[in-house]
C-alpha cells in the first residue's frame, strides 16, 4: 500500500505562484507513473498534470502549459507541482495520484492510478 499527503495549497491572489508537495510513504514511488488531479466545484475530476517513472516525460493540461511545472525527487518520495502565474480557474481542490504498478509511461486516464492523496485546497482571488 502507499499513501500519498499533499501540502503546499492556500489562498493566493491572481499571478501569485504556490507549490504543491505529495509525498508517499509505505512503498517507493520511484517506478510508478505519477499525477496530478483538480477538482473545483460542480465539476469533474480533471487530470492536470502527469510525470513518468524516471520524471523525463512529462504531460500538461492546455490551461496550465507554461504555467505549472510537475517533478519528482526520487531520493524524497516526493512529487511536486510549481504552480506560477496563478488564475482565478484555477481554484480547486489539488490532488496527487499514483498508479499501482511499475510502468515507463505516462498516464492520461483517471482510472489508471490506483492510489489517491486526500487533496489541497487552493484558492485564487482576485
Known amino acids: 500500500q502507499v499513501q500519498l499527503v499533499e501540502s503546499g495549497g492556500g489562498l493566493v491572489q491572481a499571478g501569485d505562484s504556490l507549490r504543491l508537495s505529495c509525498a508517499a510513504s509505505?512503498?517507493?514511488?520511484?517506478?510508478?507513473?505519477m499525477g496530478w488531479f483538480r477538482q473545483a466545484p460542480g465539476k469533474e475530476r480533471e487530470l492536470v498534470a502527469a510525470?513518468?517513472?524516471?520524471?523525463?516525460?512529462?504531460y500538461y493540461e492546455d490551461s496550465v502549459k507554461g504555467r505549472f511545472t510537475i517533478s519528482r525527487d526520487t531520493a524524497k518520495n516526493t512529487m511536486y507541482l510549481q504552480m506560477n502565474s496563478l488564475k482565478l480557474e484555477d481554484t480547486a481542490v489539488y490532488h496527487c495520484?499514483?498508479?499501482?504498478?511499475?510502468?515507463?509511461?505516462?498516464?492520461?486516464?483517471?482510472?489508471?492510478?490506483?492510489?489517491w492523496g486526500q487533496g489541497t485546497q487552493v484558492t485564487v482571488s482576485s
Open positions: 495520484a499514483a498508479q499501482g504498478r511499475p510502468y515507463r509511461g505516462i498516464r492520461l486516464v483517471r482510472s489508471d492510478y490506483d492510489y
Open positions: 509505505g512503498r517507493t514511488i520511484s517506478n510508478y507513473a
Open positions: 510525470i513518468d517513472w524516471s520524471g523525463g516525460a512529462t
